[in-house]
């Protein structure tokens, strides 16, 4: 069935300025790491992209490999772009990202000129796409002059290949680094992509710190732990979850613990006082600090969906929750 876009789609998600520049990017974010590859239902995904954008979900964040097989998602991204969202391309963000292993050989991973400019025109040929909106590096090289890498992500704005460009996983030091020579060069860095969730606080021990001094907003990916900072993993662990699944590959890093499954009991609660699921207080938490642009959140199903998006109904926290937050990751 042909899509016809909600016409309030606008009415209720926030969108926040992507650190000092103009671009706002919306609270909640889709990734499409897991469940768009080859391999998934493509109706499903139709459905999950749909469903977020009727939402306001106006951010879709996708890299060189994702899928699986690597590709995949890219690929699946641009036919079902090209059936329903055509029409709706200057209301949407699109990124895509290169640093892990594409192609063998020298050319096909890190951080070198000759590998960020052919691994996003390859992008772009998978998603059918003239630019994309963001361009990241999707992790610092060690054996790359950081100067060649951000100079190439200069070329790709200036050859119109994206919009702007951002930074993933880089620490404090490479990152104040990087937006010093991005700078210098007349291309800003729009953006940092870390991990943060409650499991995962790292950013908070200097790098957002170093993001506010330098104008970079922030999104941060898997706010939920991979599902962990939900129900689901509360009882027997469901045959269709992430960690069923692919328990054992190198993405699924997670560890589905009784320590963590017994915090989440705990937090559980504070999220039911605050009339909030699981994974909404998981969310709403990335999102209190001032300098977080966007909560970049997975799915495998609308519903999920739905529910990250119902967190941004209550984003506030009293320093008492905060606390009890607190004592609970700590303990
Ligand atoms: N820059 C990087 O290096 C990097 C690395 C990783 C990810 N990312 C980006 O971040 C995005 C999100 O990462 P992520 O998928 O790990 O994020 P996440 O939001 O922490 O985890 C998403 C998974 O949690 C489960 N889930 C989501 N909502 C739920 C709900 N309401 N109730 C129960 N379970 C729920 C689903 O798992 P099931 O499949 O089990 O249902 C879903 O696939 C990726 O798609 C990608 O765009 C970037």
């Not at 306001?56 to 079902?80: K, M, Q």
């Not at 390859?122 to 002059?145: A, C, E, N």
């Not at 991979?226 to 699944?245: E, H, M, N, V």
């Not at 605050?274 to 001032?290: D, K, N, Y």
């Amino acid at each position: 069935m042909m899509y016809l876009a909600d016409e309030n789609r606008y009415n209720s998600m926030q969108y926040r300025h992507s650190g000092k520049s103009g671009l706002r990017l919306p609270a909640i974010t889709l990734g499409l790491w897991y469940n768009f590859g080859g391999v998934d239902n493509l109706e499903n995904q139709r459905a999950m992209l749909r469903r977020a954008f009727d939402l306001g979900v106006t951010h879709f964040d996708l890299a060189n490999n994702y899928g699986p097989p690597p590709g995949s998602a890219e690929e699946n991204f641009g036919r079902l772009f090209a059936q329903d969202f055509k029409s709706h391309r200057d209301e949407l963000l699109i990124s895509s990202k290169a640093g892990y292993y594409m192609w063998p050989g020298p050319y096909g991973e890190w951080g070198s000129r000759k590998y960020l400019v052919a691994s996003l025109d390859q992008s772009l040929k998978r998603m059918g796409l003239d630019y994309v909106d963001i361009f990241y590096s999707h992790r610092f090289d060690p054996d790359t002059p950081l100067e060649e890498t951000m100079s190439a992500l200069d070329f790709i704005v200036r050859s119109g290949r994206a919009l702007y460009v951002g930074i993933s996983t880089y620490d404090p030091e490479q990152t104040r680094t990087a937006a010093a020579i991005l700078r210098d060069l007349g291309t800003p860095c729009l953006i940092h992509q870390p991990r943060y969730n409650m499991f995962d606080r790292w950013i908070e021990d200097g790098l957002l710190d170093v993001l506010a001094e330098e104008g970079i907003g922030c999104i941060a990916f898997s706010p939920l732990c991979q599902g962990i900072l939900t129900d689901k993993y509360l009882g027997d662990t469901p045959d269709d979850s992430r960690a069923a699944k692919y328990k054992g590959e190198f993405h699924w890093g997670d560890e589905v613990s009784a320590d963590r499954i017994a915090r989440v009991r705990r937090l559980r609660q504070i999220a039911h006082e605050r009339g909030q699921t699981m994974a909404q207080l998981a969310i709403a938490w990335t999102l209190r600090h001032p300098g977080m642009t966007s909560a970049l959140v997975g799915a495998s199903k609308v519903s999920q969906i739905e529910d990250s998006v119902g967190a941004l109904a209550n984003l506030d926290f009293s320093p008492d929750e905060l606390a009890q937050i607190d004592a609970i990751l700590s303990d």
